[in-house]
Nanobody, 118 residues
Framework: QVQLVESGGGSVQAGGSLKVSCAAP????????MGWYRQAPGKERELVSS???????TYADSVKGRFTISRDKAKNMLYLQMNSLKTEDTAVYYC????????????WGQGTQVTVSS
């Protein structure tokens, strides 16, 4: 069982910044793409950002220009730097890895809460 562990969530005021992290097994970074999802109360889980095995990144329109996905292969870490946070960014953020044959991520972390207050 692949274990992904998120950390770095918390509470911040609107306009502030927060960085969430995801620790994953080393081989994940050389064999799989990874992504960040979020789920707000009463809403479906949505893809926030992804990074392919080759480093190609994507972002949801709602976070473009504010969020940056990155990884540190030496530390086996995936990051999501979130700037200019808005109250609508409040959600549980999940790390995911390895797209399967159905183009869905096979492995998931437990999630970390991000709360943005006005």
């Amino acid at each position: 069982q692949v274990q992904l562990v998120e950390s770095g969530g918390g509470s911040v005021q609107a306009g502030g910044s927060l960085k969430v992290s995801c620790a994953a097994p080393k081989y994940i970074f050389t064999t799989c793409g990874m992504g960040w999802y979020r789920q707000a109360p009463g809403k479906e889980r949505e893809l926030v950002s992804s990074i392919s095995r080759n480093g190609f990144t994507t972002y949801a329109d709602s976070v473009k220009g504010r969020f940056t996905i990155s990884r540190d292969k030496a530390k086996n870490m995936l990051y999501l730097q979130m700037n200019s946070l808005k109250t609508e960014d409040t959600a549980v953020y999940y790390c995911a890895a390895c797209l399967n044959q159905y183009n869905r991520y096979a492995y998931w972390g437990q999630g970390t809460q991000v709360t943005v207050s006005s």
